[in-house]
């Protein structure tokens, strides 16, 4: 019984993950429809800069690192935008491979600066612990997660630059009939939803492996959370996101991990059946 | 739209530029196809120099090629210099069997040193059978298999896995909870270890598995806990054993209250989870860098200067060196490289490795090794607690233990 009772929290922070590493792809995929396979490798910048950052802030590196992580991903999605990405806008299945070589590039360029083994990151000593069946660092993701989604819901809703954001999400050309330089923030949202990626590489160094191939692991679970949750769906993500974590963690602990990933997987295509558009649908009048 | 052009194919070209530099000093080290009656010997290196093996087997073909480079710098083999073709097998088992392919028939190689995973070596085996050439296989795995074109330096079951279970044995740690990744060296092994467990009076709590590259252990971690074993028997492989010890450390499990022996996790392994998160498990091995005698010594001390001096040695770079060692003194002994002379001068060859004695089996295709359980250090390194005192004879088939005849069918 109280091994049932501590898979809730356990499927919560399952679910804070899936949350972390999504977010940002709410934004490069979800609102810009790029399909950038080279996600996963900005998490993977993110975990190094964590692993960097020891040299100067030891054990709190994991702290530090946040901001440091959001910058040095959020610049490299910039540079992906500047000088590929935005040659493709319109053709997925070329932003898809080209997105893809730079995934594997990235890898084998982290493989010849920091080795093919993984490194090692140390976790504060403050996060060694556990508050009943949830461990502090589960705790801290949980925080994060919360945190980064009420930042970009005030980001979106609050400010300027993110109804900008919103406008051209809806309707790309009547945005730019209305003065709105859409390029500007197609750079905008690249770098934001890169830079969430460098978040969770930080947040991930807790819990995971830290290594070239570190972004592998995590991309088609975050691709799994966006398209459940309805592209460009803050809300939807966020639902998406707990949902997949709680039925993980209850299928994985009813049947085993192998047979847990079939049953979400099962459990989302027969979703996308009766909602091919997610949990949440923008309503729009563009014509698309 | 001349100028978009020119900057994507400038971009592209950048891209292409980036991913030849990221491709190391790996591939084709070869010139000409069919060179094996020039002055050199060819030897094939077929380990995954990409993808999530990569942080395994990368080190082995180092040590692998400091071992040849040992033998070239002192004289070779037959007054030949030995020349490795190295190739990436890429963590993809169709691959493997495609470059076995290519090593023997095209660059026609003498000898093949390669593989880690099971899957990896049960892919290229009919590779090598149908062409009958000899593939030395350095890690430690499930036994069960003995193919006249294989030679294995790492333990099979018997030198690896039932030492470690005398082990857990001995410490009255009878209440086991088993965890692998779900492929076929865990399962094979958990088939052994409960056939073990059965006719030894030890009894197995549960028994889980995870697919490879499997990074959330939350689940299965609540579930070992509510079990409360007295140990764990670890035989998770590659990035998996550091999400799976981070992860186990934060539910505040620890050596003292439940240690968890790993059979996949040797020095390189350790800095990857965090000596912080893996402080005080055993592991069993048959070799550790702080193992003492000359010969480890000198292997310790060149791999640290071709490599640098915060590289660890481990035991399946040993058994990588040591291969290519036992083959060069196999070829010595049979006057040539033609493989069935070589396979029958085999047989008995005995050399001072760094793990100490090592004999090759003649019958099996086996060594004789010496089980070691070691205990992670807070340095990271793993010290020996316990060995069986004489190289074990090998044992795939388990056929000296009465408790295995349901197993080897």
């Known amino acids: 019984m109280e091994g049932i009772l501590n898979q809730l929290p356990i499927g919560l922070s399952i679910g804070a993950v899936l949350l972390l590493i999504a977010l940002g792809l709410t934004f490069t995929f979800g609102q810009m429809g790029v399909i950038n396979m080279a996600h996963g490798e900005f998490i993977m910048a993110g975990a190094y800069t964590a692993y960097l950052l020891q040299d100067f802030a030891d054990r709190n590196a994991v702290l530090v690192a946040l901001p440091v992580a959001f910058l040095v991903a959020g610049l490299m999605g910039l540079i992906l935008e500047r000088t590929a990405i935005r040659h493709f806008y319109g053709r997925p299945l070329d932003t898809l491979l080209l997105t893809w070589g730079v995934s594997l590039v990235l890898q084998q360029v982290a493989r010849d600066l920091f080795g093919a083994p993984n490194v090692q990151v140390l976790s504060p000593t403050w996060l060694q612990g556990a508050l009943g069946p949830m461990p502090y660092n589960r705790l801290f993701i949980l925080l994060l997660a919360v945190g980064s989604v009420v930042a970009i819901w005030v980001y979106m809703n609050r400010s300027a630059q993110g109804r900008r954001m919103q406008a051209v999400m809806q309707n790309r050309q009547l945005a730019a009939t209305s003065g709105i330089n859409t390029g500007r923030v197609d750079q905008r949202t690249f770098f934001i939803g890169s830079g969430l990626a460098g978040i969770a590489g930080v947040a991930l160094t807790l819990i995971g492996p830290v290594g070239p191939t570190l972004g592998t692991y995590y991309i088609v679970d975050a691709f799994l959370v966006v398209v459940a949750g309805g592209l460009g769906q803050l809300r939807g993500a966020v639902i998406a996101a707990l949902a997949l974590g709680l039925l993980n963690s209850y299928a994985e602990f009813w049947t085993n991990a192998s047979l847990a990933k079939v049953i979400v997987f099962a459990v989302i295509i027969a979703f996308l059946q009766f909602r091919p558009q997610g949990l949440f649908v923008l309503r729009s009048r563009a014509l698309t | ?409």
């Not at chain 2, 210099?81 to 076995?100: C, I, M, Y």
């Not at chain 2, 009894?203 to 590259?213: K, Q, S, V």
């Not at chain 2, 915060?310 to 058994?319: C, I, Q, R």
Request: glycine share 10%; with cysteine.
């Open chain 2, 1 to 409: 739209m001349r100028n978009a052009f020119l900057r994507t194919a400038v971009g592209a070209g950048l891209v292409l530029a980036l991913a030849a530099c990221g491709g190391e000093p790996t591939e084709s080290t070869t010139g000409g196809g069919a060179a094996a009656g020039g002055d050199t010997i060819k030897v094939g290196l077929l380990h995954s120099l990409s993808g999530t093996m990569a942080i395994s087997e990368v080190t082995v073909r180092d040590a692998e090629l400091l071992a040849i480079e040992e033998i070239n710098a002192a004289g070779g083999v037959l007054g030949k210099k030995l020349e490795p073709v190295v190739e990436d097998g890429a963590s993809d088992w169709p691959t493997f069997a495609e470059k076995a392919n290519k090593l023997i028939s095209q660059d026609k190689v003498a000898t093949v040193f390669g593989g880690w995973t099971s899957a990896s070596r049960k892919a290229m085996l009919p590779v090598f059978e149908r062409h009958k050439a000899l593939l030395w296989y350095p890690v430690q795995y499930e036994g069960l298999e003995s193919s006249p074109y294989i030679f294995y330096t790492g333990a099979t079951t018997n030198q690896q896995i039932i030492p470690g279970l005398d082990y857990l044995k001995e410490q009255g740690k009878t209440k086991i909870f088993l965890v692998g990744s779900d492929y076929v060296f865990p399962r094979t092994a958990n088939k052994i270890i409960k056939a073990y467990a059965a006719a030894n009076g030890m009894t197995i709590l549960g028994e889980e598995y995870t697919p490879l590259g499997h990074t959330e252990y939350s689940t299965l971690t609540n579930k070992v806990v509510q079990a409360k074993p007295d140990a764990v028997f670890n035989t998770l492989n590659g990035d998996s054993n550091v999400a799976f010890f981070k992860q186990l450390k934060s539910a505040g499990v620890t050596a003292e209250s439940m240690p968890v022996l790993s059979v996949s996790v040797a020095e390189e392994e350790v800095t990857g989870i965090g000596v912080d998160n893996i402080v005080g498990h055993p592991v069993a091995w048959n070799y550790y860098q702080t193992t003492e005698n000359a010969a480890n010594t000198k292997f310790v001390a060149a791999f640290k200067a071709k490599y640098g001096a915060a590289k660890v040695t481990s035991d399946p770079m040993e058994a990588g060196y040591n291969a290519v060692y036992l083959w060069a003194e196999a070829v010595k002994k049979a006057g040539t490289t033609e493989v069935e002379a070589v396979k029958k001068a085999s047989g008995g060859i005995a050399l001072e490795r760094p793990e100490g004695l090592v004999t090759i089996d003649g019958e099996t295709q086996h060594m004789y090794k010496t089980a070691r359980i070691g205990i992670i250090q807070p340095d990271g390194l793993i010290k020996e607690v316990w060995n069986s005192g004489e190289p074990i004879k090998p044992d795939p088939y388990l056929k000296s233990y009465p408790w295995a005849g349901s197993l080897a069918s």
